[in-house]
């Protein structure tokens, strides 16, 4: 059903209305696996209530003093520290403009339609437009020094309109623009993907992306100035940062509660306490995401806890096999990512936005000729493959499709 919606143009289609892929239909939640499902979840849960209490931690203990410091590591100055708050807005901009909205658009305009859906964030729960409104909204919280959308004295808005009051709202405009060009989506995102409001978002948060990288940064590095900096960090810091860790710790350890309920007394009121309790976790995740630097980024926090898209093949193994152990790593954290832009950047390819034939074959033979004349980069990128299975296993996106279907709690009762 839902490809036909798909070829069809991707149409709306009611909230209501039941729609599957091949790789959902292969992992139904049946009496014969109910048990394994169960458990599958509260491991899930588990490690997400962990990675966010290490997460809060590590800021609350070491990274928030250092970031506010300001005067060693990566953070030499004021003006360094805030270039980082900026490095964050655009970064997350850019991922859900090209990324999180770009990739599913691009798989379907070359007609490589399930591939499409499947590429889109939160598609079985329904919650895509708000998972990346609330990436804007944590732009926001950034620009403003606040939790709400009233900006501080503290803040770089503050900041900025002082000595240019026609860019601080250039850039308040933006992020504005580029939150309701989302919303305007028509529900569910997985079935408007080709839309022109789909393309309408995609240009607000590219514009958004465009004014934080050059004129912001520009503002910033011209008009430097250590003391006003120094106070707007610590806002971030202060009024930002830790309140939104503190919340994703509490949120993910009441969803943890939710799903061990669940799997002590099945029901479809407990799947609804679920989802319920996973959306009030996954806001501030996503208002989060405009700062993914220090922990979050060095500890693989972020992967841990937002992998995507899921290994739908590893997933049904795991539940078949019931080995949980498959979802954890240990030793040091190494990015498959970071090892391949290595390569990349060796080969001159790191700015290609998409790899021919000839060019992937060539990447391929690179990294096989550092691991052949490299140890060390041999074992980082086992170390990376192993790391990266088990983040495509667990994480909110897992637990989702244990707890969702159709952009609705699954049912207990509906279990065949």
Known sequence: MLLTALCMGFTACSDKEEETTNGQEEKELTTENQKAWMNYAVQVASLLNADSERLYNEWNNTFAALFK???????????????????????????????????????????????????????????SRDDYTNNIYSIRNSWYGSLTDAPVAQSLYQFVKEGDEQLAGRVTNAISAAATAIQAIQQPFRNNILSKQTEDAMTACADLAEILDHDLRNYVSGHADEARYSEIINQFVDVVVMPTYKDLKDKNYALYQAVTNLNKAPSDEAFAN??????????????????????????????????????????????????????????????????????LDELGLLDVEELTPEQEALVEQKVEERKNSDPEFKADMEQAEKISAAQNVRGYHTLEFLIFKDGEARKFSEIE
């Open 69 to 127: 410091a300001h005067n060693s590591g990566a953070y030499t100055s004021a003006e360094s520290a805030v270039e980082q708050i900026i490095d964050g807005c655009v970064d997350i901009a850019n991922e859900v403009g090209t990324a999180k909205i770009g990739d599913p658009y691009n798989k379907a305009k070359a007609g490589n339609l399930e591939e499409a859906v499947l590429a889109v964030e939160s598609w079985y729960s329904w919650h």
């Open 274 to 343: 679920c989802a319920m309790a996973w959306m009030n976790a996954r806001k501030p995740w996503e208002t989060s995401e405009a700062f993914l630097f220090g922990p979050v980024a060095n500890l693989g926090l972020d992967p841990n806890m937002d992998s995507w898209p899921l290994d739908q093949a590893a997933i049904q193994s795991i539940l078949s096999s019931k080995s949980w152990e498959n979802m954890t790593w240990s030793g040091k954290y190494v990015s498959e990512d970071d090892l391949m832009e290595e390569i």
